[in-house]
T-cell receptor, first 113, second 116 residues
Framework: GAVVSQHPSWVICKSGTSVKIECRSL??????MFWYRQFPKQSLMLMAT?????????EQGVEKDKFLINHASLTLSTLTVTSAHPEDSSFYIC?????????FGSGTRLTVV | AQKVTQAQTEISVVEKEDVTLDCVYE???????LFWYKQPPSGELVFLIR??????QNEISGRYSWNFQKSTSSFNFTITASQVVDSAVYFC?????????????FGTGTRLTIIP
């Protein structure tokens, strides 16, 4: 079945540094990918929709200059958290649209210290 | 705008009991899809079911069953003879053709604990 590989699964970084999270569709081409953030014991909140070859569409309240999304190919989308701060610590999950459904990555737990 | 409401924040039941998780949705689209996902402690999302707005047939898959009622905008999920492995957070979600942007909107989730 459709698989989306997300790396890294966890990362700890120092405040002020940048972190890149990758999301790859392994056996299909993903024209559209989504990035979600989930705080502990909360729901998944959509951050942005990324379309291959075009600029990402960010949800209201999400800083596009802080959360850089690149979808340069049909199998790879990346989320870069720039100048990370402790409040950016969260669980980030990517998802790829395939047909009528969605395939999710396994998530990245980011801790900023 | 679309919205998914899961009023039950946490539920605890004793193993082997049946449990129903409620989901109520709002959308202006006439064509939409409803989903249920399971999120175990590891964090990954496990797909359980997808249902389109034109198919109101209830579905059963093993111990799982889903009741879709368009009249009440509800898509409830029942686990019969619950097991400890069913302990997880369950999310109901909705996607609709909203100006070509098929965003998946999640409910707030229900944390289910099965007590051995």
């Amino acid at each position: 079945g459709a698989v989306v590989s997300q790396h890294p699964s966890w990362v700890i970084c120092k405040s002020g540094t940048s972190v890149k999270i990758e999301c790859r569709s392994l056996d299909f081409q993903a024209t559209t990918m989504f990035w979600y953030r989930q705080f502990p014991k909360q729901s998944l909140m959509l951050m942005a929709t990324s379309n291959e070859g075009s600029k990402a569409t960010y949800e209201q309240g999400v800083e596009k200059d802080k959360f850089l999304i690149n979808h340069a190919s049909l199998t790879l989308s990346t989320l870069t958290v720039t100048s990370a701060h402790p409040e950016d610590s969260s669980f980030y999950i990517c998802s790829a649209k395939r047909g009528l459904g969605y395939t999710f990555g396994s998530g990245t737990r980011l801790t900023v210290v | 705008a679309q919205k998914v409401t899961q009023a039950q924040t946490e539920i605890s039941v004793v193993e082997k009991e049946d449990v129903t998780l409620d989901c109520v949705y709002e959308t202006r689209d006439t064509t939409y899809y409803l989903f249920w996902y399971k999120q175990p402690p590891s964090g990954e999302l496990v797909f359980l079911i997808r249902r389109n707005s034109f198919d109101e047939q209830n579905e059963i898959s093993g111990r799982y069953s889903w009741n879709f009622q368009k009249s009440t905008s509800s898509f409830n999920f029942t686990i019969t003879a619950s097991q400890v492995v069913d302990s997880a957070v369950y999310f109901c979600a909705l996607s609709a053709l909203n100006f070509g942007n098929e965003k998946l909107t999640f409910g707030t989730g229900t944390r289910l604990t099965i007590i051995p």
